[in-house]
T-cell receptor, first 113, second 109 residues
């Protein structure tokens, strides 16, 4: 079984540019989560999809962040325009159901310069 | 104060030593996760606990729901165990994880 795949693994962009992160969950996992670790801080929840619907986006920092999961398969997280404080590692995770274990992706390290 | 506190923040051990990492939380939970992250690597789920104790190889995780405390033990530690170990709790909403800051473990040969 393929794991959770994230792309790209690293991204370096200039302030003001746009970046799109992608997450491919495990096939059949309806639940998809985005998390973020900013330097020196703990990992924090961003949002949760069930299939293509956003169940909870309370962790999204501001309206510069847009997440989508068209068709309930892969998800994208777009940051536009990127700011310096957006730098960090963005993790995606998926699960069969909300009461089940998570499988995490390897993360995307975003650096905004 | 974070809802999930881990101790110690950093831990250095010699190969073969018994390791204990602690996690305390302040909220009601439905499950607690122990996760591992090697340098530059992704996050791997080690255990998901809601009560009692679980064992996998040299790793043992325990949880005391009444005391809101969990421990991760590593027996006969090895340099390949060097990683960040992260405690995360799932609250009553049953899907969102709240993370501790992690414990950086270094096992020297």
């Amino acid at each position: 079984e393929a794991g959770v795949t994230q792309f790209p693994s690293h991204s370096v962009i200039e302030k003001g540019q746009t970046v799109t992160l992608r997450c491919d969950p495990i096939s059949g996992h309806d639940n998809l989560y985005w998390y973020r670790r900013v330097m020196g801080k703990e990992i924090k929840f961003l949002l949760h999809f069930v299939k293509e619907s956003k169940q909870d986006e309370s962790g999204m920092p501001n309206n510069r962040f847009l997440a989508e999961r068209t068709g309930g398969t892969y998800s994208t997280l777009k940051v536009q325009p990127a700011e310096l404080e957006d730098s960090g590692v963005y993790f995606c995770a998926s699960s069969v159901g909300t009461g089940f274990g998570y499988t995490f992706g390897s993360g995307t390290r975003l650096t905004v310069v | 104060k974070n809802e999930v506190e881990q101790s110690p923040q950093n831990l250095t051990a010699q190969e073969g030593e018994f390791i204990t990492i602690n996690c305390s939380y302040s909220v009601g939970i439905s499950a607690l996760h122990w996760l591992q992250q090697h340098p530059g690597g992704g996050i791997v789920s080690l255990f998901m606990l809601s009560s009692g104790k679980k064992k996998h190889g040299r790793l043992i995780a325990t949880i005391n729901i009444q005391e809101k405390h969990s421990s991760l033990h590593i027996t006969a530690s090895h340099p390949r165990d060097s990683a960040v170990y992260i405690c995360a709790v799932r609250g009553g909403s049953n899907y969102k994880l709240t993370f501790g800051k992690g414990t950086l473990l270094t096992v020297n040969p």
